[in-house]
């Protein structure tokens, strides 16, 4: 197989002559070819089978200890104004950055294949769809993107016939993570990735493509592409909402986007459209739709069972590809909350006993095809997309952020997406449980300086658009004693309802200065056993907290300097003066 393209075809012959690969493969996407790489990777170790019988086609692969999560101190920006990459990103000259990475890259395909993944974001036949090239030699890679991603001779018929597409290459290199880097170059609508077989280091099509790249491409376009899951909620009446939620990695996505309603809520329903990628477009009528350019689910694995997420629990007990979970031993996949039993080898294949810490690595995943869970929505293939009623933004705070609120208008929810902060989580390497500032929950994946971003996000009420409404959550508050006070998970469901009841204008709220909180009795509570104490505490807003928070905040945009636009500076005072 090759091409018609004859700048692909190029840029697989000079990226052969500088890597040197044995062979090269054109990926088809077909079932066989994934059979075939599975059955390479048994023989060579990369994978290792798991029980056949109760999980079946489910394979384990083991990441280099050292390579387990993405690397926010490996990744850069490279622009050549270093002002355009902005603060909120490492930045290197695009053309010192070149020629680092053709040093890495030379010679670093020899004995291996070079695989060519033609992909594209998105249903093959949607026009908010974009297409990209993967080149890399890790069959792991292609496996991956074959479950992720709508890959192979479609993808690449659609590149023949539009011409364009983003450039992505990639090498596991020797691992080594002094030479490691993941280098993005917007203008030129480049990746090169080097030294890292994990996830978002190496999947390109994902966070480098489909948020870092297309996060450019989109201010430059005039829509968004953002760190959001896409859900529908259908009441017992058959009233449908389509929601958006941004919370940063680690942080509750997965499975908000496949709540199962609790027992007291019956007839309402949720499905899935996506889990980690939105990219958001105003039609002709001025809707705000929604794609998700992703087919699969990278997903956290450690806390999946049966009562948290009995979707995502369901959907990989077959055809899955487990990343740096333990194993029981009956030779199938365990992690933490998996259930009662104990692991008897851990992460990296050593002996496990109740001394040795986590058998799972709390960042293990899961990789699998979307349409294995049971709460898909066949709309995450219709090419218009859907029309996004609400956007929620949330973050992972023990303390401070209420369990919901709304903001007053779009202006102001640009502030409070601008505003998230949220605890640090195993998503990336270094501390944990760190909070910190995640605009947008894009802080690791703004493909820009973050002042424009924010600009770029107020541009888009220009006065004749139907804005979505805009709230922000958060599932994560704690006691004394460190336990959750809110049960999360399908309960969530309860907040999600009083958002809909908000957008069809069906319930009223309670105003403060930092927006529209429910009236705890205005919160669906049947069969929900919270001590109203409890509630209260969820619901409050603590001016004086709040003053400190606005402090923070303003010092945070600060480091932006004169480049953050005024119209939020302008927002920021309002708040500020409504606290008092
Ligand atoms: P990325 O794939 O990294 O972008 O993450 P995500 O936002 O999809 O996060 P995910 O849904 O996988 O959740 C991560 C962790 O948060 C898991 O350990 C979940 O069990 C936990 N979690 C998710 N929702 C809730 C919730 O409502 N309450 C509590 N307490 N924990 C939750
Ligand atoms: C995240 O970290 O937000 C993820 C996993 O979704 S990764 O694909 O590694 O970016
Ligand atoms: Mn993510």
Not at 223 to 245: C, D, Q, T, V
Request: glycine residues 8%.
């Amino acid at each position: 197989m090759t091409t018609s393209n004859q700048a692909l075809r190029q840029w697989v012959e000079a990226t052969a002559t500088l890597t040197k690969p044995d062979r090269i493969h054109w990926c088809d996407g077909s079932d066989a070819e994934y059979g075939e790489l599975v059955q390479l990777m048994l023989r060579r170790g990369d994978l290792l089978p798991l029980n056949a019988e109760t999980y079946p086609d489910c394979y384990l692969h083991r990441s280099d200890p050292t390579d387990v999560a993405r690397v926010e101190h490996l990744t850069f920006v490279c622009t050549p104004d270093r002002a355009e990459a902005g603060p909120n990103n490492h930045w290197l000259a695009p053309a010192e950055a070149r020629t680092r990475m053709d040093g890495l890259f030379e010679g670093c395909m020899r004995g291996r294949t070079l695989y060519v993944i033609p992909y594209c974001m998105g249903p093959i036949e949607s026009p908010y769809a974009r297409c990209g090239v993967e080149i890399t030699d890790s069959p792991y890679v292609v496996a991956n993107m074959k479950l992720m991603t709508r890959m192979g001779r479609a993808a690449l018929q659609r590149i023949e016939r539009e011409g364009r597409f983003v450039r992505g290459l990639h090498s596991t290199g020797d691992l080594n993570p002094e030479r490691r880097f993941i280098m993005h170059f917007p203008h030129e609508l480049l990746i090169q990735s080097i030294g890292s077989g994990y996830g978002g280091n190496a999947l390109l099509g994902k966070k480098c493509h489909a948020l870092r790249i297309a996060s450019w491409q989109a201010r430059q376009e005039g829509w968004l592409a953002e760190h959001m899951l896409i859900l529908e909620l259908e009441s017992p009446a058959g009233e449908k909402h389509y929601l958006a939620a941004a919370f940063p990695s680690a942080c509750g996505k997965t499975n908000l986007a496949m709540l199962i309603p609790p027992a007291s809520m019956p007839g309402w329903k949720v499905r899935t459209l996506g889990d980690d990628i939105a990219w958001l477009h105003f039609d002709a009528a001025g809707v705000l739709r929604a794609i998700n350019p992703e087919s699969g689910y990278f997903g956290v694995v450690p806390g999946t069972n049966a009562k948290t997420n009995r979707n995502a629990f369901e959907m990989i007990r077959h055809d899955t590809i487990f990343t740096n979970v333990g194993l029981n031993a009956r030779n199938e996949p365990w992690w933490e909350d998996k259930d009662k039993e104990q692991p008897v080898t851990d992460w990296r294949g050593r002996p496990w006993t109740p001394g040795s810490g986590p058998a799972a690595h709390p960042n293990a995943r899961f990789t699998v095809a979307a349409h294995q869970n049971a709460s898909y929505s066949p709309l995450a293939d219709d090419p218009a997309g859907v029309p996004i009623s609400a956007i929620i933004f949330g973050g992972r705070r023990r303390e401070l952020a209420p369990l919901v609120y709304q903001a007053r208008d779009w202006r102001h929810g640009v502030l409070v997406g601008a505003a998230v902060a949220s605890e640090t989580t195993a998503a990336a390497t270094g501390a944990v449980g760190v909070t910190r500032r995640d605009p947008m929950a894009m802080k690791p994946f703004c493909g820009y300086n973050f002042a424009d971003y924010w600009g770029h996000w107020l541009s888009i009420d220009d006065g004749s658009r139907q804005l979505p409404k805009v709230f922000h959550v958060n599932w994560f508050r704690q006691g004394q004693d460190g336990r959750f006070l809110w049960p999360g998970f399908g309960d969530n469901l309860r907040v999600l309802r009083w958002i809909v009841d908000r957008c069809a204008g069906r319930v009223g709220a309670r105003e403060t200065p930092i927006g529209y909180l429910p009236q705890p009795t205005d919160l669906d509570q049947q069969g929900l056993a919270l001590d109203p104490a409890v509630l209260d505490s969820l619901l409050a807003v603590d001016a004086v907290s709040w003053r400190r928070e606005m402090q923070d905040i303003a010092a945070y945009f600060a480091e932006f300097g004169d480049r953050v636009p005024a119209g939020l500076l302008a927002e920021h005072r309002r708040v500020v003066a409504a606290l008092g």
